[in-house]
Structure formats: C-alpha cells, structure tokens
C-alpha cells in the first residue's frame, strides 16, 4: 500500500505565495494515517490581512482535493468564525506594519461531519495526492486600495500550535471600472 503524498497548497483568491520551508519541513512525513487520526473539531484556521480589508466569513472554507486513479474529488469544508482580533500597526526604525484583522476559524458542525466522512474515503484510498486549500473571500474594498498584505495559519491539533502556511503575502486589487 503506498504511501498518500501531501502537498500543502493555498490559494486566496488569485493570489499565491510560496509555503515557507518550515512548513515543507513539518509536513514532509504527514501520511495517509496521519490524516485519518486528525480529529476535524480540532482544527483551526487562522487569517491574517492588512485593515481596512475585511474577510468574508460567509465564503471562508478548507478545501481538499484528493487525486486518485479513479480521478480528482474536491471536498470544501465550511468554516465558521471563533475570534476576532484587531492587531495594531508596528513602526519601527527599519520596518513599518499596518494595522490588520486576525480572524480565527474552525470547521461548522456539518464540516465536521463531512470531514470524518472524507477520512473514511481517504481510509479506503490504496494511494493518491492530497492538498488542503484556505480560501475566503474580501468584503468591498475601497477604490483606493491596490494591494495588501496576508498571512495564513492551520492547526492540524490540540496540542500542537499553529503552523504558518503563508507568511506576509502580497495580493494585488484589482478594481472593476
């Protein structure tokens, strides 16, 4: 029975970015058992983005596509929101932040259910590729803006923290009209 390959891929709207080293490295050995023993209502997602954008909560999900050779399944697990934070903007000497919302996410009741019925699809699976997305959508943005910046967090446990899946990004707006 092979292995399932993980590959770690996010995408926000358009715009990608590169999973940092860490992350490759924390993920190298995740495994088909491994996400099998994950328990969905443990898992959290964690939004970082520059004011005065605002995510829209009603579009944000966890995504996974499983490749097999009976073809490409798509599963979207919505999430709902848990907390939200105001971070305050940093300036310093060399480096200057703007403010940012910090949205922390978990999978609905329903996303739950659905999540351990996809660990039994995967249970059965002899190989294949999976890959998790985070995806949500922006609230109208003002005209002015052209580009902000975001960060995207997953917690796969209970015990473990947060693992940094994109750091800083930065996504350029494109405004209709």
């Known amino acids: ?6 590959a770690l891929i996010v995408t926000i709207l358009s715009g990608c970015a590169s999973v940092p080293l860490g992350t490759m490295l924390e993920f190298r050995s995740f495994t088909k058992d491994d996400f099998i023993n994950l328990q969905p209502q443990n ?8 004011e005065p954008a605002r995510a829209d ?5 966890l995504a996974l596509e499983l490749n097999t ?3 490409l399944r798509i599963f979207n697990f919505p999430l709902e929101l848990i907390d939200e934070l105001k971070i305050e903007p940093v ?3 060399f480096s200057r932040s703007p403010g940012k919302t910090e949205y922390t996410l978990k999978l609905s009741e329903e996303a739950i259910d659905n999540f351990r019925a996809t660990q039994q699809i995967i249970r059965n699976e002899q190989s294949g590729r999976l890959s998790f997305s985070v995806k949500t959508g922006f609230e109208q943005l003002p005209s002015d803006i052209t580009e902000i910046r975001l960060s995207i967090f ?3 446990s209970e015990d473990k923290g947060f693992v940094t899946l994109i750091n800083n ?3 350029e707006i494109k405004h209709d009209g």
Request: glycine share 6%; charged share 35%; hydrophobic share 50%.
């Open 43 to 50: 898992l959290r997602a964690r939004v970082h983005i520059d």
């Open 57 to 61: 909560i009603e579009k944000a999900e």
């Open 1 to 6: 029975m092979s292995k399932f390959v993980v």
């Open 154 to 156: 997953l917690k796969l």
């Open 69 to 71: 050779e009976k073809g």
């Open 91 to 93: 300036s310093g000497l």
């Open 169 to 171: 990004a930065k996504l």
